[in-house]
């Protein structure tokens, strides 16, 4: 079973910067290479969306046109975490952001793609 755990999310005024991570664990005596990981964001009312996501093995990104140039997606394979830095935010950032995880390499933008899912982190942005 794996575990994912995001941290980060706070309040910030627009224009400002934060780094989400997501620390991901359960798989004893095993890797993550395989993984595709993924950034999603679920504002009220609203549906939870893909962001972004990344190829554990190889460091391959893919990005939604919402958030291309704003956002970055990484990953440090020793702490078996992945991060989303967020800059230039804007009030309409203002979501639940969840980190999720695939067991295969693949580019998949769909939650329901995603076994894995963290709790979530709340981003607010002050305008």
């Known amino acids: 079973q794996v575990q994912l755990v995001e941290s980060g999310g706070g309040l910030v005024q627009a224009g400002g910067s934060l780094r989400l991570s997501c620390a991901a664990s359960?798989?004893?005596?095993?890797?993550?290479?395989?993984?595709?990981m993924g950034w999603f964001r679920q504002a009220p009312g609203k549906e939870r969306e893909f962001l972004t996501g990344i190829w554990w093995s190889d460091g391959n990104t893919f990005y939604a046109d919402s958030v291309k140039g704003r956002f970055t997606i990484s990953r440090d394979n020793a702490k078996n975490t992945v991060y989303l830095q967020m800059n230039s935010l804007k009030p309409e950032d203002t979501a639940v952001y969840y980190c999720?995880?695939?067991?295969?390499?693949?580019?998949?933008?769909?939650?329901?793609?995603?076994?894995?899912w963290g709790q979530g982190t709340q981003v607010t942005v002050s305008s």
């Open positions: 999720a995880a695939n067991e295969n390499r693949v580019f998949i933008t769909t939650p329901a793609t995603y076994p894995y």
């Open positions: 359960g798989r004893t005596g095993r890797t993550f290479s395989s993984y595709t």
